[in-house]
């Protein structure tokens, strides 16, 4: 059973577009993470999300943590080419020294 | 450039050998985090030291071993090489082990591949 559960799998758009993906679990996490990695590179850390309820923004990149600190989600507006990568999320449960990651979601932004 | 170094960036190896991963954490970094990606299992924790000292260990298999030194850097020893370990390994770092959101630096990974 998979901790962390994000969705959609894959999403491919236009230039242009909106989008948001999902990060859901059935526990609770002192914080959770969004990450963006290109293929054969490592993660990149976007934010960190700490607070329920709790709303952060990078340039185009809008981020939510869910009121019972369960959920999480990404959206992002007017996605542009450069988007393209998987997104991934992870969390800490109990502040046991291990984060746990999520499959992640692989976006395709398409010209 | 997140200030992680992994070396090395490729390895290639036959079944049955053993190899051994290097991780340099960024300046200041007490933590240590080492993760296996392969296509059809995502990115899945291994093993996390902090400050020398093993933390927390993941699904890591008994093949596997890892430790930090005084210096702060970081080895990961994968022994009996089978064609399923074939996969990139990536290392993390962070500042703190506890009571701070995990926010972990990735290196550019080393890509092994068994034959």
């Known amino acids: 059973t998979q901790l962390l559960e994000q969705s959609p799998q894959f999403l491919s758009i236009q230039e242009g577009e909106n989008l948001t993906v999902y990060c859901n679990s059935s526990?609770?996490?002192?914080?959770l993470q969004w990450y963006r990695q290109e293929p054969g590179e490592g993660p990149v850390l976007l934010v960190t999300?700490?607070?329920?309820?709790e709303v952060k923004k990078l340039k185009r990149l809008t981020f939510q943590f869910g009121d019972a600190r369960k959920d999480s989600s990404l959206h992002i507006t007017a996605a542009q080419t450069g988007d393209t990568g998987l997104y991934l999320c992870?969390?800490?449960?109990?502040?046991?020294?291990?984060?746990?990651f999520g499959d992640g979601t692989t976006l395709t932004v398409k010209p | 450039d997140s200030g992680v170094t992994q070396t090395p960036k490729h390895l290639i190896t036959a079944t049955g050998q053993r190899v051994t991963l290097r991780c340099s954490p960024r300046?200041?970094?007490?933590?240590v985090y080492w993760y296996q990606q392969s296509l059809d299992q995502g990115l899945q924790f291994l093993i996390h030291?902090?400050?020398?000292?093993?933390?927390a260990k993941g699904n890591i298999l008994e093949r596997f071993s890892a430790q930090q030194f005084p210096d702060l850097h970081s080895e990961l020893n994968l022994s009996s090489l089978e064609l399923g370990d074939s996969a990139l390994y990536f290392c993390?770092?962070?500042?703190?082990?506890?009571?701070?959101?995990?926010?972990?630096?990735f290196g550019p990974g080393t890509r092994l591949t068994v034959t």
């Open positions: 030291y902090y400050n020398g000292e093993e933390r």
């Open positions: 993390a770092s962070s500042v703190e082990s506890r009571g701070a959101p995990y926010e972990q630096y």
């Open positions: 992870a969390g800490d449960v109990s502040n046991a020294g291990k984060s746990t």
């Open positions: 300046s200041g970094d007490l933590s």
């Open positions: 999300v700490v607070t329920g309820g």
């Open positions: 526990s609770v996490f002192s914080s």
